[in-house]
Protein backbone atom coordinates (compact mmCIF):
# COMPACT_ATOMS: atom_id res chain seq x y z
CA UNK A 1 0.00 0.00 0.00
CA UNK A 2 1.31 3.99 -0.48
CA UNK A 3 3.56 5.01 2.36
CA UNK A 4 0.10 7.55 4.52
CA UNK A 5 2.89 10.35 4.36
CA UNK A 6 3.26 10.46 0.69
CA UNK A 7 -0.77 10.60 0.35
CA UNK A 8 -0.98 14.39 1.86
CA UNK A 9 1.01 15.75 -1.09
CA UNK A 10 -0.50 13.29 -3.45
CA UNK A 11 -3.89 14.28 -2.28
CA UNK A 12 -3.10 18.16 -3.07
CA UNK A 13 -1.33 17.55 -6.22
CA UNK A 14 -4.57 15.39 -7.48
CA UNK A 15 -7.27 17.98 -6.08
CA UNK A 16 -4.93 20.63 -8.19
CA UNK A 17 -5.34 18.64 -11.22
CA UNK A 18 -8.60 18.06 -10.72
CA UNK A 19 -9.54 21.44 -10.40
CA UNK A 20 -7.92 22.91 -13.44
CA UNK A 21 -10.50 23.17 -16.77
CA UNK A 22 -9.06 20.30 -19.23
CA UNK A 23 -10.80 17.49 -21.94
CA UNK A 24 -12.73 15.84 -19.11
CA UNK A 25 -14.38 18.56 -17.75
CA UNK A 26 -15.03 20.19 -21.12
CA UNK A 27 -16.97 17.39 -21.89
CA UNK A 28 -19.41 16.53 -18.81
CA UNK A 29 -20.00 20.34 -19.44
CA UNK A 30 -21.04 19.93 -22.74
CA UNK A 31 -23.15 16.67 -21.61
CA UNK A 32 -25.05 18.61 -19.42
CA UNK A 33 -25.39 21.94 -21.07
CA UNK A 34 -27.13 19.23 -23.97
CA UNK A 35 -29.08 17.03 -21.58
CA UNK A 36 -29.26 18.19 -18.01
CA UNK A 37 -27.63 17.23 -14.41
CA UNK A 38 -28.35 13.07 -15.18
CA UNK A 39 -26.11 12.98 -18.67
CA UNK A 40 -23.66 15.26 -17.23
CA UNK A 41 -23.08 12.64 -13.90
CA UNK A 42 -23.19 9.98 -16.14
CA UNK A 43 -20.11 11.42 -18.69
CA UNK A 44 -18.53 12.20 -15.30
CA UNK A 45 -18.78 8.42 -14.36
CA UNK A 46 -17.82 7.18 -17.73
CA UNK A 47 -14.82 8.93 -17.58
CA UNK A 48 -14.17 7.65 -14.49
CA UNK A 49 -14.49 4.20 -15.99
CA UNK A 50 -12.43 5.49 -18.95
CA UNK A 51 -9.57 6.61 -16.18
CA UNK A 52 -9.66 3.44 -14.20
CA UNK A 53 -8.94 1.48 -17.55
CA UNK A 54 -5.78 3.62 -17.82
CA UNK A 55 -4.99 3.20 -14.44
CA UNK A 56 -5.01 -0.36 -14.93
CA UNK A 57 -2.54 -0.81 -18.03
CA UNK A 58 -0.09 1.91 -16.19
CA UNK A 59 -0.47 -0.70 -12.86
CA UNK A 60 0.65 -3.52 -15.73
CA UNK A 61 2.86 -1.66 -18.22
CA UNK A 62 0.76 -1.48 -20.89
CA UNK A 63 0.78 2.31 -21.02
CA UNK A 64 4.27 2.11 -21.40
CA UNK A 65 3.72 1.10 -25.16
CA UNK A 66 2.09 4.47 -26.13
CA UNK A 67 5.13 6.67 -24.18
CA UNK A 68 7.48 4.64 -26.21
CA UNK A 69 5.75 4.00 -29.60
CA UNK A 70 4.92 6.45 -32.37
CA UNK A 71 2.83 4.17 -33.92
CA UNK A 72 0.50 3.02 -30.86
CA UNK A 73 0.54 6.57 -29.80
CA UNK A 74 -1.05 7.80 -33.60
CA UNK A 75 -3.23 4.82 -33.71
CA UNK A 76 -4.78 5.63 -30.67
CA UNK A 77 -4.97 9.08 -31.48
CA UNK A 78 -6.52 8.77 -34.79
CA UNK A 79 -9.46 6.49 -33.34
CA UNK A 80 -10.55 9.27 -30.53
CA UNK A 81 -9.79 12.39 -33.52
CA UNK A 82 -12.66 10.10 -35.34
CA UNK A 83 -14.93 9.37 -32.49
CA UNK A 84 -14.92 13.03 -31.17
CA UNK A 85 -15.90 14.11 -34.47
CA UNK A 86 -18.74 11.48 -35.14
CA UNK A 87 -20.22 12.86 -31.47
CA UNK A 88 -20.13 16.68 -33.11
CA UNK A 89 -21.82 15.52 -35.89
CA UNK A 90 -24.43 13.83 -33.95
CA UNK A 91 -25.16 16.74 -32.07
CA UNK A 92 -25.12 19.51 -35.01
CA UNK A 93 -28.28 16.92 -36.73
CA UNK A 94 -29.89 16.46 -33.06
CA UNK A 95 -29.77 20.86 -33.10
CA UNK A 96 -31.31 21.21 -36.88
CA UNK A 97 -33.96 18.63 -36.15
CA UNK A 98 -35.28 20.45 -32.96
CA UNK A 99 -35.07 23.80 -34.79
CA UNK A 100 -36.94 22.30 -38.08
CA UNK A 101 -40.07 21.48 -35.83
CA UNK A 102 -38.89 17.68 -36.94
CA UNK A 103 -39.27 14.73 -34.68
CA UNK A 104 -36.13 14.95 -32.87
CA UNK A 105 -34.60 12.30 -31.68
CA UNK A 106 -34.53 11.39 -28.27
CA UNK A 107 -31.99 12.19 -25.89
CA UNK A 108 -28.86 9.15 -25.56
CA UNK A 109 -29.64 7.49 -22.52
CA UNK A 110 -27.75 7.23 -19.40
CA UNK A 111 -26.21 4.29 -20.17
CA UNK A 112 -24.86 5.31 -24.18
CA UNK A 113 -23.84 8.72 -22.42
CA UNK A 114 -21.26 6.56 -19.63
CA UNK A 115 -20.60 4.54 -22.57
CA UNK A 116 -19.24 7.57 -24.55
CA UNK A 117 -17.84 9.00 -21.88
CA UNK A 118 -15.43 6.10 -20.72
CA UNK A 119 -14.88 6.14 -24.83
CA UNK A 120 -13.50 9.24 -25.34
CA UNK A 121 -11.46 9.12 -22.44
CA UNK A 122 -10.23 5.23 -23.35
CA UNK A 123 -9.43 7.11 -26.60
CA UNK A 124 -7.26 9.75 -25.65
CA UNK A 125 -3.52 8.57 -25.28
CA UNK A 126 -2.40 11.60 -23.27
CA UNK A 127 -4.80 10.46 -20.21
CA UNK A 128 -1.92 7.35 -20.39
CA UNK A 129 0.55 9.73 -20.64
CA UNK A 130 -0.47 11.89 -17.72
CA UNK A 131 -1.28 8.39 -15.55
CA UNK A 132 2.09 6.84 -16.39
CA UNK A 133 3.54 10.05 -15.68
CA UNK A 134 1.96 11.09 -12.64
CA UNK A 135 1.60 8.19 -10.38
CA UNK A 136 4.76 6.11 -10.07
CA UNK A 137 6.26 9.63 -8.19
CA UNK A 138 4.59 8.83 -4.94
CA UNK A 139 4.95 4.74 -5.18
CA UNK A 140 7.75 3.86 -2.92
CA UNK A 141 8.72 0.20 -3.97
CA UNK A 142 9.61 -0.46 -0.31
CA UNK A 143 6.10 -0.16 0.69
CA UNK A 144 4.51 -3.08 -1.08
CA UNK A 145 4.11 -4.30 -4.88
CA UNK A 146 4.22 -1.11 -7.08
CA UNK A 147 1.32 -2.03 -9.02
CA UNK A 148 -1.08 -2.38 -6.47
CA UNK A 149 0.00 0.97 -5.60
CA UNK A 150 -0.93 2.25 -8.94
CA UNK A 151 -3.69 0.84 -8.67
CA UNK A 152 -4.76 2.47 -5.14
CA UNK A 153 -3.43 5.96 -6.20
CA UNK A 154 -5.31 5.59 -9.29
CA UNK A 155 -8.24 5.19 -7.75
CA UNK A 156 -7.96 7.42 -5.33
CA UNK A 157 -6.75 10.43 -8.10
CA UNK A 158 -10.26 9.26 -10.05
CA UNK A 159 -12.65 9.23 -6.94
CA UNK A 160 -11.12 13.21 -6.54
CA UNK A 161 -11.72 14.10 -10.29
CA UNK A 162 -15.59 12.56 -10.45
CA UNK A 163 -16.68 14.25 -7.32
CA UNK A 164 -15.35 17.46 -8.74
CA UNK A 165 -16.48 16.57 -12.47
CA UNK A 166 -19.76 15.55 -10.90
CA UNK A 167 -20.21 19.05 -9.27
CA UNK A 168 -19.76 20.50 -12.70
CA UNK A 169 -22.38 18.64 -14.06
CA UNK A 170 -24.53 19.93 -11.77
CA UNK A 171 -23.71 23.52 -12.08
CA UNK A 172 -23.61 23.41 -15.96
CA UNK A 173 -27.13 21.62 -15.87
CA UNK A 174 -28.43 24.16 -13.80
CA UNK A 175 -26.88 27.49 -16.00
CA UNK A 176 -27.70 25.41 -19.00
CA UNK A 177 -31.64 25.07 -18.16
CA UNK A 178 -32.13 28.44 -17.16
CA UNK A 179 -31.94 29.28 -21.09
CA UNK A 180 -33.36 26.46 -22.67
CA UNK A 181 -36.73 28.25 -23.18
CA UNK A 182 -37.13 28.15 -27.15
CA UNK A 183 -36.40 25.53 -30.05
CA UNK A 184 -33.90 28.84 -31.33
CA UNK A 185 -31.81 28.40 -27.78
CA UNK A 186 -31.72 24.96 -27.86
CA UNK A 187 -30.19 24.47 -31.47
CA UNK A 188 -27.20 27.19 -30.07
CA UNK A 189 -26.95 24.57 -27.53
CA UNK A 190 -26.53 21.80 -29.73
CA UNK A 191 -23.89 23.79 -31.94
CA UNK A 192 -21.86 24.83 -29.27
CA UNK A 193 -21.70 20.60 -27.89
CA UNK A 194 -20.82 19.93 -31.34
CA UNK A 195 -18.23 23.34 -31.11
CA UNK A 196 -17.05 21.18 -27.71
CA UNK A 197 -16.33 18.46 -29.68
CA UNK A 198 -14.67 19.81 -32.48
CA UNK A 199 -12.50 21.47 -29.81
CA UNK A 200 -11.15 18.54 -27.86
CA UNK A 201 -10.79 16.14 -31.41
CA UNK A 202 -8.50 19.34 -32.47
CA UNK A 203 -6.70 19.34 -29.55
CA UNK A 204 -6.24 15.51 -29.43
CA UNK A 205 -5.40 15.70 -33.25
CA UNK A 206 -2.37 18.32 -32.45
CA UNK A 207 -1.29 16.27 -29.33
CA UNK A 208 2.00 15.29 -29.50
CA UNK A 209 3.60 12.58 -28.11
CA UNK A 210 6.15 13.31 -25.08
Known amino acids: MPDPVALVPFFIAALALNLTPGADMTYVIARAAAQGRAAGIAASFGIAGGSLVHTALAAFGVSALLAHSEAAFVAVKSAGVAYLLYLAWKALKAGKARLSGCSAPAPAGLWRVFAEGA ?39 NISGTAVNCAVAISAATAAKLLKGSAMVGLWLNRLTALVFVGLALRLALAERR
Not at 144 to 149: K, N, S
Open 119 to 157: LTNVLNPKVALFILAFLPQFVDPRAGPVWLQILVLGTLF
